[in-house]
């Protein structure tokens, strides 16, 4: 029984909307009132013209007074193409959510036409309209129509009213939007009656109303009960009308005589009648689901494409428009609001050593804890560890240690927290992409420091903020016009310390900035995830450097390149590469490959089948950076390296301390047990050097061999004998 209650309150439309669905439908209703408005204001003028030929012509001729003709026949319909044209055109504009200037007028226009209208046709009588109207008839018609005028009166004087309070105000209309669609609704209504009932050919003239009764009905989405309640009091009402009509159309009951008895039967007329209402309000229940149900559909695809997956928050792209609105939504005190950019302090550290799910999780709570802190904010996660938020300064502080707080005991191990970076708010055209991207820059300042929490953006900061940005900004350029190119660092044979290789390392030639080193610029590309553009330009000028060299009879030897994790991300780095070598025609021997330690205790499978297809393809894949992060053993467990390299960190303080020089000899004993050679890199002192090749270290890089230097000094380098390419390569 509940169920079926249920289901007919689901099926006459009682079940609640929520906001996205009413505002679906309604959109949907603007654009009918469009094509509606136009078809209005076509029959207006056909009647217009119809007027001028029926009426005013002939009674003219017959002596009438001009002026008052014009106005005793056509008024009312130079009215109704005012509210066709009215409507019309506030519905075209109703992208504009703000009561704008046009828009103001336009209201005025309808509101006055409406008011108008029914001034004017309250002094008319119906039943001097047409002799062939019985007074009962005459008596239903002015009933309908005076409801009808005296509702639309109202809503004229309503939309008047408002237009004028709301316009000081410059406030959102939307309830006015609702009301002109029901003030036409009704228009339209009247306008078919009044016509069918004005030519009233034999009743047979009922096309008008059908038409006006099929736009309220179909084009125009109410719920469903209300369009039944609309139509039936229409239909009945009509319908009393033409039962008073005894020629043409009859809806009396018909005295037939079958098999010579007299039988009383309904008049076909009367069955058509009630057929077409049951019809129209089948469409009606169709079309009123239907549209639910793209309403649906359309805001479960628009919530994905809002949404970040793994928090439920909003995402980064729909960001900046939610921040518009928000923004215009102020009217004043605009500092008081401010753009916040949260990073989360060694969540890093947190995923290499409790991973990629446990990380996964600590985001969703993160993401909790900052919706719920500031519930009455705009949120939304970023990317990775990085959260924006939209708010009021007051309070701030304190919402900000509740959420630190909160994150910092989220492991008891791993020290956690947050860095918050934030920009004020300076007027109503705040670009909020940049405006987060300032907040960012704020928040970027106070990284790894972990005793402050919060930094506000100020001018001071501007300078390497803009060079940040410039950075950004100009990638595609300096890409493009060779500003950016590999310089080359020896790495040596630690017992013969001949050349066997070299590091290709990027660096930036500015035109504005001068030399800039990869310091400045990779953290930067990586975290606007853009560095893959300038791996790729400098794997490919490193190819070109190889073959021109092989093609100038030159010495060559191999050259390792830094891939970034995210190129594995943001490309198809191994393809890439292989492409490169191709077209260049490279032997394999002579590319390394460096991926750096903390770039594969990430997304696991991804790499895992980047690693084994630049071992398939026969490049020699190198670990960089071993020993900097926190997984470098289980990294050796799972990928097989041809080579190993030491970071530098471990070189400092060698000399005095055994227990670093007893660390190193234990690394590379341990690599050569599961077949991996070694490469200790920042070698920048001979007793350094001495050590390492006496534990058995093979290759060495550092300024004790040379600095990262361009291709023409390395081998001017070469060509005086300072450094001598080895014979042996591998
Ligand atoms: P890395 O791959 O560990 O490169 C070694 C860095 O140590 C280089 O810094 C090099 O100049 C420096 N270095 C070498 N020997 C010594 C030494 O004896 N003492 C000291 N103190 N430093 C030494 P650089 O060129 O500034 O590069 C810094 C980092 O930038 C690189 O670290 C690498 O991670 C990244 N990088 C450089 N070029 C590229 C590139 O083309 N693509 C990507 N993705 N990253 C790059
Ligand atoms: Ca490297
Ligand atoms: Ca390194």
């Known amino acids: 029984m509940k169920k079926a209650l249920r289901f007919a309150s689901h099926i006459l439309g009682f079940e609640k909307l929520d906001k996205y669905e009413r505002d679906y439908l309604h959109d949907a209703n603007i654009r009918s009132s469009i094509y509606m408005g136009v078809i209005v204001m076509a029959l207006e003028v056909w009647m217009l013209v119809r007027q001028t030929y029926s009426k005013i012509i002939p009674k003219y001729q017959a002596g009438g007074d001009l002026f008052d003709l014009f106005v005793k026949y056509t008024t009312k319909y130079w009215l109704f193409l005012l509210i066709g044209l009215g ?356 928040a970027h300042l106070i990284k790894n420091r972990f005793q402050t929490v919060y930094a506000e953006y100020d001018k001071t900061m501007s300078e390497e903020y803009h060079k940040r940005l410039y950075i950004v900004n100009n990638i595609d350029n300096a890409v493009h016009n060779g500003w950016i190119i590999p310089f080359y660092q020896p790495v040596v044979w630690s017992d013969t310390k001949e050349l066997c290789g070299c590091e290709a390392l990027a660096r930036w030639m500015d035109p504005v900035y001068g030399q800039l080193f990869p310091n400045e610029f990779i953290p930067v590309l990586e975290e606007y995830r853009l560095i893959h553009k300038l791996d790729k330009s400098i794997f490919e000028s490193v190819c070109r450097d190889i073959r021109a060299a092989i093609d100038a009879g030159k010495p060559v030897f191999p050259a390792s390149l830094n891939f970034s994790r995210l190129d594995f991300e943001l490309m198809d780095a191994v393809q890439e590469l292989e492409d490169l070598v191709t077209k260049y025609r490279i032997p394999k021997e002579l590319i390394h490959v460096e991926v750096t330690e903390s770039a594969l205790t990430d997304n696991f499978l991804k790499l895992n089948e980047a690693m084994n297809r630049i071992k398939e393809l026969g490049y020699s894949l190198w670990l960089d950076d071993f020993g900097s992060g926190y997984s470098s053993l289980n990294v050796l467990k799972d990928y097989q390296f041809d080579v190993v390299k030491i970071d530098m960190r471990f070189l400092s303080n060698l000399e005095n301390s055994e227990k670093s020089k007893t660390l190193i000899d234990c690394i590379v004993k341990m690599a050569n047990r599961i077949n991996m050679l070694t490469l200790t890199e920042g070698v920048e002192t001979e007793t350094q050097a001495a050590f390492l090749n006496k534990i058995g270290c093979t290759r060495l890089q550092g300024y004790l061999f040379g600095k990262p230097i361009s291709k023409e000094a390395l081998y001017k380098r070469i060509d005086n004998g300072e450094l001598i390419v080895s014979e042996k390569q591998l």
């Open 87 to 442: 409507v019309m055109l506030f519905c075209v504009f109703q992208k504009d959510k703000k009561l704008s200037k046009g828009r103001f007028w336009t209201l005025i226009v309808i509101g006055s036409a409406c008011v108008l209208y029914t001034s004017v046709l309250s002094l008319e009588s119906f039943t001097t309209e047409s002799s062939s109207i019985t007074p009962v008839m005459a008596g239903i018609m002015n009933a309908m129509l005076v409801s009808i005028y005296l509702l639309l009166f109202l809503i004229g004087v309503t939309i008047v009213t408002y237009a004028l309070f709301k316009y000081r105000k410059n406030k959102t209309i939307v309830p006015l939007e609702h009301l002109a669609i029901i003030g036409f609704t009704l228009v339209c209504l009247a306008f078919g009656i009044f016509v069918s009932y004005s030519d009233f050919w034999g009743g047979k003239e009922i096309i008008c109303f059908l038409t006006m009764v099929l736009y309220v009905g179909c084009l125009l989405i109410y719920r469903p009960y209300i369009t039944i309640l609309i139509l039936g009091v229409s239909f009945y009402g009509f319908y009393q009308v033409l039962l008073t009509y005894q020629n043409g159309l009859s809806f009396q009951e018909q005295e037939v005589i079958i098999s010579g008895v007299a039988r009383k039967i309904i008049s076909g007329d009367s069955v058509n009648y009630i057929t077409f209402f049951i019809s129209l309000a089948t469409i009606c229940f169709a079309i009123y689901h239907g549209r639910l149900n793209e309403a649906k559909k359309s805001k479960a695809l628009e919530k994905n494409a809002k949404e970040d997956a793994l928090t439920g928050m909003n995402n980064y792209s729909s960001f900046p428009g939610l921040a518009k609105e928000y923004i215009q939504g102020l009217t004043e005190n605009f500092s008081e609001n401010v753009f916040l950019f949260l990073d989360v302090h060694n969540f890093k550290a947190f995923n290499d050593q409790r991973g990629f799910e446990a990380g996964d999780k600590f985001l969703i709570a993160i993401g909790k804890h900052v919706s719920e802190i500031f519930s009455d904010s705009l949120c939304a996660r970023q990317a990775d560890d990085h959260f924006v938020v939209l708010t009021k300064t007051a309070g701030l502080m304190e919402r900000l240690d509740a959420l630190n707080k909160l994150v910092h005991d989220y492991d008891e191990e791993i020290l956690l927290g947050i860095n918050c970076g934030a920009y004020h708010l300076t007027g109503e055209n705040e670009d909020p992409r940049m405006a987060i991207d300032r907040a960012r820059y704020a």
